[in-house]
């Protein structure tokens, strides 16, 4: 049997359709004057890297999602270190066990994260810098929805989480979680009625493990053809701040407004005066925004999202305040990008998945990148409480991109009875401002220049301790054949603060062979 023929029979067998497979070999020389990111004794060095790698995307059929591996052999001509193997892995997909009923997600991010928002960053898994570890990140989550007759609707869900450190200096994480509702089904005015509940658990090995519980009832009434009243009750517990744990009971009156199919809003309030709120408007498959506000035992949370795109434009723009419970990463961030935006838009549309396959090149040929955020994060030993804000907005044009992230995040640690070590042990918050402007011209059919400037400002306010750094990429990237292409690029990448300051300047080029 052939190589095609054997694919296309395991494609059939295990339910998978518009299976895509690309292998591929890529080959990086670099040249950088500061290989171990140091204020003093800097050491040029010359660096090969050899990374073997395959894309695996599937739409259609009972499997949905995509894969990408490489692993990446680093050699040091001056024996700044020896042979050296790195991973690097972005893969999400979606089973679908019984068909609309059983589901299984599944998630993996393997790749090299800074340590600490107050060290040198991770602008090349390459550089020997002390503030980078390879972190391995993996989720799966089993779900199980349907319907009970015509008028209810249920959905139950559990998650597994781990994540992993090469680091001794960072704390090993598993997750586990469970969520499960019954409902009326939704309506113009959502559920007539649902009682619904979750539990959290997160072991941090570096500090201790927390739990946090939560379970709601709400009914409805109609008032009419747009309004609705209804009452909620509840209770959450949470050991955040005690053992033995914490808890506090709930109640709130409120009405449900919904002019129209594409906008909702719902407002509540409690004895204590706390307002909760949940609002949709949908005008167009351009335009979405969507509020959430809600008491928690922490204190409030909320989620704001507003995504926009015109002919020529996207923008998208994120607030949360939420804790960090599932991962305990902040460089693992979950919130959109303009790239995801922009190739969610596309796919929303496009059935075919080699043109959704081929606009995401496009896009990255272009230089938008699905970077989630232009803070670089860090890496935290403890359930922590985190408030970010992100702008992102592209200017699309017929063969230039101009693209801008802006990033602000607060952090502080949630687990007051932890004594784990890390960026936020020290108490107060820690901010990160970030800024990112990415520029691409499309010079040929064949040719591209990008252009990358970056600046990240960290600051934590128990000891006034203060870093920043900033960072210029380009690159001409040219597509010598159908399956070759090459890359030539220069950066330069300056860092200042408490922590040692430090430059580095490197030249790179890379030709990458698609089988």
Do not use: C
Not at 292 to 306: N, P, Q
Not at 401 to 428: E, F, I, K, P, Y
């Amino acid at each position: 049997m052939s190589a095609g023929a054997w694919a296309q029979a395991t494609a059939d067998m295990a339910g998978v359709s518009n299976l895509l497979l690309v292998p591929r070999f890529t080959v990086t020389q670099t040249f950088t004057d500061n290989v171990f990111l140091s204020a003093g004794a800097r050491q040029a060095e010359a660096i090969t890297e050899l990374s073997p790698g395959i894309r695996v995307s599937s739409r259609g059929g009972r499997v949905s999602g995509s894969l990408d591996y490489a692993l990446n052999e680093l050699l040091y001509a001056n024996h700044s270190a020896g042979r050296t193997a790195q991973n690097a892995l972005n893969a999400m997909a979606t089973v679908e066990a019984i068909e609309g009923r059983a589901f299984i997600d599944l998630s993996g991010v393997v790749a090299q994260q800074a340590i600490s928002a107050f060290g040198a960053p991770v602008v090349d898994a390459a550089l020997l810098g002390a503030n980078r570890t390879e972190t391995a990140l993996y989720r799966i989550a089993p779900s199980l929805r349907g319907r009970l007759g015509a008028e209810t609707q249920y959905e139950a869900r559990l998650g597994f989480g781990s994540s992993r450190s090469k680091s001794a200096l960072v704390s090993d994480i598993e997750t586990q979680e469970a969520s499960a509702r019954i409902g009326a089904v939704e309506g113009r005015l959502g559920a007539a009625w649902f009682l619904q509940a979750s539990a959290q658990r997160a072991d941090y090995r570096a500090g201790r493990t927390t739990l946090m519980q939560r379970a709601d009832a709400q009914l409805g009434y109609p008032l009419g053809e747009s309004v609705a009243a209804y009452v909620k009750a509840g209770f959450e517990k949470n050991d955040l701040s005690d053992a033995t744990g914490q808890q506090e009971q709930f109640g709130a009156l409120g009405a449900t407004w919904a002019p129209s199919d594409e906008a909702r809003l719902s407002v509540d309030t409690d004895a204590s005066g706390r307002t909760g709120i949940v609002a949709a408007w949908s005008p167009s498959k351009r335009t979405n925004l969507s509020f959430t506000r809600e008491h928690r035992l922490y204190g409030d949370s909320h989620t704001l999202a507003l995504v926009y795109r015109s002919a020529n434009t996207a923008w998208t723009f994120s607030d949360t305040r939420a804790a960090l419970s599932t991962t305990g990463r902040s460089g693992f961030n979950d919130t959109a990008s303009v790239y995801d935006f922009l190739l969610a838009q596309f796919s929303a549309t496009e059935s075919d998945p080699i043109k959704r396959e081929a606009y995401a090149q496009f896009l990255l040929a272009n230089g938008i990148r699905p970077s989630p955020s232009a803070v670089l994060g860090f890496q935290s030993a403890a359930l922590a409480l985190q408030r970010q804000q992100q702008l992102s907005f592209a200017l699309l044009g017929v063969r230039s991109t101009l693209s801008v992230v802006a990033t602000r995040s607060a952090n502080s640690r949630l687990d007051s009875l932890s004594a784990a070590a890390d960026d936020l042990s020290a108490g107060g918050s820690l901010r990160q401002d970030g800024l990112s402007l990415s520029f691409s011209q499309r010079l040929s059919v064949d040719s591209s220049f990008n252009a990358v400037v970056a600046r990240q400002i960290a600051s934590r306010s128990a000891d006034g301790r203060k870093n920043a750094s900033a960072s210029l990429n380009a690159t001409v990237t040219m597509q010598v054949r159908n399956d070759i292409a090459a890359t030539l690029g220069a950066r330069r990448v300056t860092t200042n603060g408490s922590a040692s300051p430090f430059t580095e300047s490197a030249l790179f080029a890379n030709l990458t062979l698609r089988f």
